[in-house]
């Protein structure tokens, strides 16, 4: 069974940093695009960062402030968050895109909440 499990949430006043870890177990030999998601208040699920092993792509309200990085010995992923602004405030959820010879398949974190105050 595949599982994500994130930490590394918290409180945090804007202008701080906070660092998400991600790790992944039970995934079967293939090849995985690890991202990034965050949901805030009244908002719908969007695209944070994403990292295929070879390329990174950042929604544009993150660009220069968060760094997507993978350790791919460890099956984990990170997101470093820097210059936090309280529009950030949201869950964020891990996620997985994971193909082996049998198919694609997708796979979510359970979340953890990012609260930035000014």
């Known amino acids: 069974q595949v599982q994500l499990v994130e930490f590394g949430g918290g409180l945090v006043q804007a202008g701080g940093s906070l660092t998400l870890s991600c790790t992944a177990s039970?995934?079967?030999?293939?090849?995985?695009?690890m991202a990034w998601y965050r949901q805030g208040p009244g908002k719908q699920r969007e695209s944070v960062a994403i990292?295929?092993?070879?390329?990174?792509k950042y929604v544009d309200s993150v660009k220069g402030r968060f760094t997507i990085s993978r350790d791919n010995a460890n099956n984990s992923v990170y997101l470093q968050m820097n210059s936090l602004k309280p529009e950030d405030t949201a869950v964020y959820y891990c996620?997985?895109?994971?193909?082996?010879?049998?198919?694609?398949?997708?796979?979510w974190g359970q979340g953890t909440q990012v609260t930035v105050f000014s």
């Open positions: 996620h997985a895109d994971h193909y082996d010879d049998d198919g694609g398949y997708e796979y």
């Open positions: 039970g995934l079967s030999e293939g090849f995985t695009i």
């Open positions: 990292d295929n092993g070879v390329n990174k």
